[in-house]
């Protein structure tokens, strides 16, 4: 059974940093696409970044901010967040497609967790 597991979330005053994890577990997710959303109270959820192979890919918004990477030995996402911003709230997600394309579409990807709160003050 593929499973999703996001922890690292939590409480932080703007412009501190939070490192959300990702671990995987299931199968290999080293060679597929794997990306970060979010979704704040009220909207839709969004893209925030991907780490495909065709190379990694930003939200405008956290572009500069925020980096996306992955151990495969691990078989985990990670997503460091520096700079945050009171409107970064939201609960965070990690996902995955079944194949190796970059998208920024949730209707892309498969395999999600449950998802880590992460609350900026200001």
């Known amino acids: 059974q593929v499973q999703l597991v996001e922890s690292g979330g939590g409480l932080v005053q703007a412009g501190g940093s939070l490192r959300l994890s990702c671990a995987a577990s299931?199968?290999?997710?080293?060679?597929?696409?794997m990306g970060w959303f979010r979704q704040a109270p009220g909207k839709e959820r969004e893209f925030v970044a991907v780490?495909?192979?065709?190379?990694?890919y930003y939200a405008e918004s956290v572009k500069g901010r925020f980096t996306i990477s992955r151990d495969n030995a691990k078989n985990t996402l990670y997503l460091q967040m520096n700079s945050l911003k009171p409107e970064d709230t939201a609960v965070y997600y990690c996902?995955?497609?079944?194949?190796?394309?970059?998208?920024?579409?949730?209707?892309?990807?498969?395999?999600w967790g449950q998802g880590t709160q992460v609350t900026v003050s200001s």
């Open positions: 299931g199968r290999t997710f080293s060679s597929y696409t």
């Open positions: 780490h495909s192979w065709r190379g990694l």
């Open positions: 996902a995955s497609t079944r194949g190796y394309d970059s998208s920024s579409s949730p209707r892309d990807y498969y395999y």
